[in-house]
């Protein structure tokens, strides 16, 4: 079934199947042979997030349950970061050459930090019984948690269980514009894509109130979600070549390339305040009562 609460569903009952499924999706995923390594820990981390959404919609009503379910997912992913982290500057890598603002950058650098990109990735991933035991762990921790998810106690059925949660994260989306901008560092910019992301998956699970609206809505709330996920892996990028220039390069050439990360970060950052601006345009309260309201008209019986 969807990552949806469906139209006749009670929300809690809603809620706990799409913990469920998402869990057993990763489990299938994790058990899969046939997937690479990396896409089974990409996998993972992106499902632990759509799991974590969803507790968030439980603050502050059952906050303790948040508490414990949010750091157990949060927990599970960092347990995979390593090899995905070491993938990820690869892949940005590969990306950030490939743009316009690489044109001037000289070909061998591009190949010599790719090289030293790749060796890093290949080491993580070279110890094969370490990483066979993290997934392990990984496995049972997510087994663990799907046992206790059929058991949550959640109070009421309907969309007021989730109004404070739903319009928390929007509120806390909205005020890390001014603050990114203001502060222009990366962890700023770092968490407002992370409020960016809750607030996504939030409105996926609602995407079928009233299906043009929020479907349309999605799709900008995702753009201005990959602006800040590549603006977030070039920050990390950009930390990885100024810890150890000498590795990747001839230090002339390397700071060309990385003067060349600098200004995709800034290119990125500009696109994505117009678009952020759009998308928390409303006061949260203003929001909140806009979804009840289509959660309303959608479960309204049809008359005679």
Known sequence: MPYRILKRERTDAALRRIVVEQVDRTLAEMTNEGLAVETKIHQARKRCKKIRAV????????????????????????????????????????????????ESVPRTVCCSAAEEFRGRRDHAAADTARLAATLDDFIEAMRQG????????????????????????????????????????????????????????????????????????????????????????????????????????????????IRAAQQRRRQLEEAAHPLGLRVFAEKPPAFTRRMEAYWAAQRRKPGP
Not at 71 to 85: G, I, K, N, V
Not at 183 to 196: C, L, N, Q, Y
Not at 212 to 238: E, I, K, N, T
């Open 55 to 102: 507790v968030r919609l439980l603050r502050p009503e059952h906050e303790d349950l948040y508490r414990h379910e949010n750091a157990w997912y949060r927990d599970a992913a960092r347990s995979l970061s390593e090899l995905r982290d070491q993938d990820a500057l690869f892949e940005t890598h590969k990306r950030l050459v490939s743009h316009p603002v690489c």
């Open 146 to 257: 799907r046992a206790r998810a059929p058991d949550w106690t959640l109070a009421g059925a309907g969309f007021e269980m989730m109004t404070d949660g739903l319009r928390k994260t929007y509120r806390r989306g909205r005020k890390a514009i001014s603050r990114s901008y203001e502060e222009g560092t990366p962890d700023a910019f770092h968490e407002w894509r992370k409020r960016v992301k809750y607030h996504w998956y939030h409105m996926r699970l609602l995407r079928g109130l009233w299906k043009p609206v929020m479907h349309a809505h999605c799709r900008q709330v995702h753009v201005l979600a990959g602006l800040l996920g590549d603006d977030h892996d070039l920050a990390l990028y950009l930390q990885a070549m100024e810890a150890a220039p000498s590795a990747f390069g001839k230090q002339p050439y390397v700071k060309q390339l």
